[in-house]
């Protein structure tokens, strides 16, 4: 993704109260039930809004239990527009909020990624990290392989749905990644990190004090071991790709995530993410050593053949 800086946000109004409500579709099994009050606002979102579609994606869609309490799965639940993110070469980052009119205990905000239509992508660093993933229909697979409008449509649901299984998998690790709450299509649903409407900075903006950058160190060291002992590396890590959330670090831009083991790629990557990590914090005053770390990843990833 671009590294280009957080753009600010512009909110917009509220959902208003409409007199009369449309017919609704029975709630799914895994939706919060439609009470009373819920009835008397239903109608049309306004510009910039959307009935959440929460209840419309399939149950495999949708993010791992425990559910965190602010997920709002309300059919009644609008989708609010606030603004842009993160601007990249193949995906944008919305800011939207989740909320039913009238009931504050039920919003939330949500970091929407939306991975780019085929006229606007450029997936640029793709082909090592798609090295053993395949799709069921060969037709898919070819296309993705020659790059054809269609399979770059194809690719583009790949990614999307490659970052949210990973998010699931590493948010249920304990790993510190956003909640994944949904994929749709292209877009990815998840958790906002960041206080109030304001996003949480990447570590490369961040000027920390010398026992703070020793604290940001261990999170991420952390976090890789983590990832080590799952088989895995992040792929693509930088001080780009990692916020810093009141002292919290989190790792984002997850899509290329790597089999260390099964891709012949793996073990460059993961040296890679060692080198760019202890590369940043040496030029920012907390030594460490890439070959080091490396070598530790290595043998958690191995210990797990």
């Known amino acids: 993704m671009s590294h280009d800086p957080l753009s600010g946000t512009t909110a917009l109004p509220n959902p208003t109260l409409p007199a009369a409500a449309p017919d609704l579709a029975p709630p799914t099994p895994d939706a919060a039930p439609l009470g009373a009050f819920d009835y008397q606002f239903l109608s049309d979102p306004g510009e910039g809004q959307r009935?959440?579609?929460?209840?419309?994606?399939?149950?495999?869609?949708?993010?791992?239990?425990?559910?965190?309490?602010?997920?709002?799965?309300?059919?009644?639940?609008?989708?609010?527009?606030?603004?842009?993110?993160?601007?990249?070469?193949?995906?944008?980052?919305?800011?939207?909020?989740?909320?039913?009119?009238?009931?504050?205990?039920?919003?939330?905000?949500?970091?929407?990624?939306?991975?780019?239509?085929?006229?606007?992508?450029?997936?640029?660093?793709?082909?090592?990290y798609l090295e053993g993933r395949t799709v069921r229909r060969s037709r898919d697979q070819r296309a993705m392989q020659g790059r054809t409008r269609y399979g770059l449509q194809v690719l583009a649901g790949q990614w999307a749905l490659a970052e949210f299984s990973a998010l699931c998998q590493l948010w249920s690790l304990g790993v510190p990644v956003p909640y994944p709450v949904q994929v749709d299509g292209t877009e990815i649903l998840m958790?906002?990190?960041?206080?109030?409407?304001?996003?949480?900075?990447?570590?490369?903006?961040?000027?920390?004090?010398?026992?703070?950058?020793?604290?940001?160190?261990?999170?991420?060291?952390?976090?890789?071991?983590?990832?080590?002992?799952?088989?895995?590396?992040?792929?693509?890590?930088?001080?780009?790709?990692?916020?810093?959330?009141?002292?919290?670090?989190?790792?984002?831009?997850?899509?290329?995530?790597?089999?260390?083991?099964?891709?012949p790629n793996g073990m460059e990557y993961l040296q890679r993410d060692c080198r760019n990590v202890c590369t940043w914090f040496s030029s920012h005053g907390h030594p460490c050593e890439p070959e080091e770390l490396f070598g530790e990843l290595v043998g958690l990833a191995f210990a797990t053949v």
């Not at 929460?54 to 989708?79: E, F, L, M, N």
């Not at 993110?85 to 980052?93: N, P």
């Open 51 to 128: 009935w959440s579609t929460w209840s419309s994606v399939v149950k495999g869609a949708r993010g791992p239990h425990p559910r965190p309490s602010w997920v709002v799965t309300s059919q009644a639940a609008i989708d609010t527009e606030l603004g842009v993110l993160k601007t990249g070469k193949e995906a944008d980052v919305h800011l939207i909020e989740r909320a039913v009119p009238g009931s504050p205990d039920q919003s939330a905000l949500l970091a929407a990624k939306r991975y780019r239509d085929r006229e606007h992508r450029t997936f640029h660093r793709d082909s090592g």
């Open 191 to 263: 958790e906002f990190i960041g206080q109030g409407r304001q996003p949480a900075p990447r570590l490369a903006q961040v000027r920390g004090s010398a026992q703070e950058l020793a604290g940001y160190f261990s999170q991420i060291a952390d976090a890789m071991r983590a990832l080590a002992a799952n088989g895995q590396a992040h792929g693509d890590l930088s001080a780009y790709n990692l916020l810093v959330d009141a002292g919290r670090v989190v790792l984002i831009d997850l899509p290329q995530v790597v089999d260390v083991v099964s891709n």
